[in-house]
């Protein structure tokens, strides 16, 4: 079983506010993953990293930046919320070929 | 662009039936293959992986794979109402990535 923590699980926020959904993981994976999907919807690859200071954008353009520091840490910052970008925000783990393994996701609401 | 289609549903069967999803993708350099299953409100969840043609078995569950047709499926037997959910395909790109490409999800709504 992953071990794939996100926190927090919900966030309500204002328009301006800087935010960061935090995401760790525990297994010594290399490969991280942010996605974000609205409800009902597709999942879409925002953020990729595969390994210490390495990140690339995903498909899907977003406004939001991650870092990469230490292996098991994939913070995802906005730096001003907006409602747009009210949405759940998923993160991923993977080593190799290996399938990604899932968080339990963020819930983002941006009054 | 590397595509990953489903049919989106809802696929509607009764409780005790035989359950086919179907996907086919685009890019025949994947090499791994994966279903996910996704509740509503919740984080996708695997339940198979397949890296070579044929079937594989587990529990209920079967996913057959066909990459000359670009093609793979999963067969959910004896369906319960606890598998009503959205199940998502997902290919490998082609490269040495990893990343996913996912289909947009074919929703399950088993009836009692």
């Known amino acids: 079983e992953a071990d794939i923590y996100q926190t927090p699980r919900y966030l309500v926020i204002g328009t301006g506010k800087k935010i960061t959904l935090e995401c760790s993981q525990t297994?010594?994976?290399?490969?991280m993953y942010w996605y974000q999907q609205d409800p009902g919807m597709e999942l879409h690859l925002i953020h990729y990293?595969?390994?210490?200071?390495?990140?690339e954008k995903g498909d899907l353009s977003s406004e939001s930046t991650v870092s990469r520091i230490r292996t098991e840490h994939f913070p995802l910052t906005l730096e001003s919320a907006r409602p747009s970008h009210t949405s759940q925000y998923l993160c991923?783990?993977?080593?190799?070929?290996?399938?990604?393994?899932f968080g339990d996701g963020t819930r983002l609401s941006i009054l | 662009q590397k595509e990953v289609e489903q049919n989106s549903g809802p696929l509607s069967v009764p409780e005790g039936a035989i359950a086919s999803l179907n996907c086919t993708y685009s890019d025949r350099g994947s090499q791994s293959f994966f279903w996910y299953r996704q509740y509503s409100g919740k984080s996708p969840e695997l339940i198979m992986s397949i890296y070579s043609n044929g079937d594989k078995e587990d529990g209920r569950f079967t996913a057959q794979l066909n990459k000359a047709s670009q093609y793979v499926s999963l067969l959910i037997r004896d369906s319960q109402p606890s598998d009503s959910a959205t199940y998502l395909c997902a290919v490998t790109d082609g490269g040495a990535t990893n990343k996913l490409i996912f289909g947009t999800g074919t929703l399950l709504a088993v009836q009692p």
């Open positions: 990293s595969y390994g210490v200071n390495s990140t």
């Open positions: 991923a783990s993977s080593e190799a070929a290996q399938p990604q393994h």
């Open positions: 297994m010594g994976h290399d490969k």
